[in-house]
């Protein structure tokens, strides 16, 4: 299925984006920059579920209709998770939120593709 190669990229630029953020994180906590456990548990979550659902958007390009059906939740949950926890006053530092904003970019922009017509229409309700 053709839409699940766009699926497949934008999930991947989800993982590779979250990379950078966790990255970015080392690099100032090594540096001997101020880095909360929130960030470092924040940038290894984001990073995990853009393993799972990279996993999972393979499985469901292969025609699984369970993974297809998660896939198609984690890209409407994850996006609203990271940006309504991220705008929590304190939580984390401007620069931080922002670049989980991009993360979480990535990844709803998947859900327009995953929740289209098409796809959906290539996994039909089981009765």
Do not use: H
């Not at 579920?49 to 369970?66: E, F, K, M």
């Not at 939580?91 to 922002?98: H, L, N, T, V």
């Not at 989980?100 to 929740?115: I, S």
Request: aromatic fraction near 10%.
């Amino acid at each position: 299925m053709e839409s699940f190669g766009k699926v497949k990229i934008l999930v991947a630029a989800y993982g590779a984006l979250s990379v950078v953020v966790l990255a970015t994180v080392a690099v100032l906590a090594i540096s001997g920059q101020t880095v909360t456990s929130f960030m470092w548990g924040r940038s290894a979550g984001v990073l995990a579920s853009a393993a799972v659902t990279y996993w999972l958007t393979v499985l469901a390009a292969r025609g699984a209709r369970w993974a297809y059906l998660r896939v198609r939740v984690i890209s409407i949950v994850m996006p609203v998770a990271i940006v309504a926890v991220d705008m929590i006053p304190g939580i984390c530092p401007m620069w931080f939120a922002m670049m989980q904003a991009v993360c979480a970019l990535a990844v709803a922009a998947a859900a327009f593709v995953v929740n289209g017509s098409g796809l959906r229409a290539a996994f039909p309700k089981e009765r």
